[in-house]
């Protein structure tokens, strides 16, 4: 496995086979499974509302954080994004704990360089939560985005925040 | 995380208070209702031991305190070092002191579990 990716491409192609091989297509995407499967220890503890999550190699042992304050949508998106970190990030992760502030803000999103790392783990998170051929399906058969209520109506379905949605449909 | 490190005390405890009194393990096993080779394993700290084979444990190795086979608690904390060298990082570029504080104290919860 290459040490530390930052292509968008890439992944979401790591995504797409880890929701695959773990996650059996099924909706919401069954995280708890995952990280299990990725022997990952998972520990949800109350943190600085602006601190989103965390993770970090010790010894072998992959560990993440999630901060047990926020809306259990966004502690999945959190989630979400620190398994991303692991399966992309793992030098970077075993030189010390990786810290997270808020992942979905706009400045994280859109800004370059030293952010790649978290533009990657955004994309993963995104993909690893709503998978691009379910949300096809469904907007094919059964959601009209033009309608208002489509956004909550996704959360819903993906148990994922409405911010994390139109984070999605960004990139459809 | 790993305790392993608990039940390799223990085990020691138990090995070096046998020896002391000149028991066999079968002969300890017997009084304390296990099973021979569970106590070679206990002894090892291959096997988790059970409270309540703690207690017996204690009565065949005429202990009259089961406190006596466990570690210090400061001892266990040795076993398992906070681990307070771990580098802080973040791609954020504001991490405040308050943040790195409450980081550290997390971290610092990882070897008491």
Avoid at chain 2, 62 to 73: G, S, T
């Amino acid at each position: 496995m290459p040490k530390v990716i930052t292509a968008t491409g890439k992944a979401l192609t790591y995504a797409r086979n880890i929701h695959q091989e773990f996650g059996a297509g099924r909706t919401p995407t069954p995280l708890a499974k995952i990280t299990r499967k990725l022997n990952i220890l998972v520990d949800y503890t109350p943190l600085d509302r602006e601190l989103s999550g965390m993770a970090m190699i010790k010894d072998g042992q992959k560990l993440i954080w999630v901060n047990s304050l926020h809306h259990p949508n966004r502690q999945r998106f959190t989630l979400a994004h620190e398994i991303g970190h692991h399966v992309l990030h793992e030098d970077i992760l075993q030189q010390g704990v990786h810290v997270d502030k808020g992942v979905l803000r706009r400045d994280t999103v859109s800004s370059a360089g030293t952010e790649q790392i978290e533009i990657a783990a955004n994309a993963f998170a995104s993909e690893l939560l709503v998978p691009q051929t379910t949300l096809k399906d469904l907007i094919d058969k059964e959601f009209d985005l033009d309608d208002n209520g489509s956004i909550e109506k996704l959360a819903k379905k993906f148990r994922i925040s409405t911010a994390a949605v139109q984070f999605r449909l960004m990139r459809l | 995380m790993g305790h392993s490190n608990i039940y390799k005390h223990v085990g020691n405890n138990l090995a070096t208070r046998r020896n002391e009194l000149n028991l066999t393990q079968s002969k300890v096993a017997i009084a304390a209702e296990i099973s021979r080779p569970s106590l070679a394993n206990i002894e090892k700290g291959n096997q988790t031991i059970t409270l309540h084979q703690l207690y017996k444990l204690a009565n065949a190795l005429e202990l009259d305190d089961a406190r006596k086979l466990l570690p210090a608690a400061t001892s266990t904390m040795k076993l398992n070092p906070t681990p307070t060298t771990i580098k802080i990082k973040t791609t954020s570029k504001n991490l405040n002191d308050g943040h790195r504080t409450e980081v550290q104290k997390v971290l610092s919860m990882l070897g008491k579990r």
